[in-house]
């Protein structure tokens, strides 16, 4: 079975999911209906970051769009599939509810994900891994007036594409792709990644935290980051044969559904 998507469906084996922020202003909950509505999988994986704590602590906004999220993945989970979901830090009051279910949502620290063609893989937020000290990534930009106002950009920017009929343009990962420390913060995360992952004789590791998608193959491990959707809109998948891509989800707010999903394939170092 292949990723390709016909008119209606997306019928996989896993999906990942993480970063949604439900609860930010920059949640981006239409796509994310959209694609919850549209996809279809035996086991999805909330990788943290789903409900964002700490923003609602500073405003609260729980619009109708982001419950309609949660309702959606409450619906899967009752109708046959598996949800697992690992908190994030932010949304870390939920780990002291870890190893109960609630609504048939298992809630867990971390997890192990075989693949359809064997690979056990590490799944987890990524926070744990404790590497932004090393280069100050979450500190020098995430946390600070540059990325308010990049994400403010990137805000109103899609505003405007949306009012005409424009497809989401992924503004804020782009610039960030350009940013010298971004890039080398996003380096020194995947390999300390990839380290745990080798310390524990996995075969690789599923994370997000970062808001950066990626698949890259180094030494015979995998690393996978699904990204968010916040600034990118994007998911990981793996289809019936255990290939593992990331799908960047169709951004039409038209009736019509034609636009073909971006998928990327693994990159090898």
């Known amino acids: ?31 994310l209906q959209d694609f919850l509505r549209r996809v279809e999988c035996e086991t999805l994986y ?23 999220v949660l309702r959606l993945i409450m619906h899967k989970a009752r109708h046959g599939t598996r949800v697992v979901y690992i908190p994030g830090n932010h949304d870390e009051a939920v780990r002291e509810f870890i190893g109960q279910c609630f609504a048939q949502v298992e809630i867990a620290g971390e997890a192990c994900h075989t693949t ?3 690979r056990r893989l590490l799944l987890l937020h990524g926070d744990v891994l404790d590497v932004e000290r090393h280069l100050g990534f979450v500190s020098r930009f995430a946390g600070d007036a540059a990325y308010d106002l990049l994400m403010w950009l990137h805000r109103w920017a899609n505003r405007a594409r949306k009012w005409m009929k424009l497809p989401y343009l992924q503004l804020a990962s ?65 289809d019936s044969c255990g290939v593992l891509k990331v799908l960047t989800w169709p951004a039409l707010y038209s009736e019509e559904w034609a636009l073909p999903v971006v998928i990327n394939e693994p990159v090898r170092t």
Request: glycine content about 10%; overall charge negative.
């Open 1 to 31: 079975m292949t990723a390709a998507m016909n008119p209606g469906r997306l019928a996989v084996r896993t999906v990942w999911l993480s970063d949604l922020h439900l609860g930010s202003k920059d949640c981006q909950a239409d796509y």
């Open 46 to 68: 909330l990788l943290g970051d789903i409900v964002d704590l700490w923003a609602m602590r500073r405003r609260f906004l729980w619009p109708a769009a982001h419950q309609e």
């Open 116 to 118: 359809a063609d064997g």
């Open 174 to 238: 782009s610039i960030k792709g350009r940013i010298g420390y971004a890039r080398a913060a996003i380096a020194v995360f995947r390999r300390a990644a990839l380290a745990e992952a080798r310390r524990r004789g996995f075969d690789g590791v599923v994370c997000g935290h970062i808001h950066h998608s990626e698949i890259v193959e180094e030494n015979g491990l995998v690393y996978c980051n699904d990204g968010d959707w916040i600034e990118s809109c994007t998911a990981l998948i793996e």
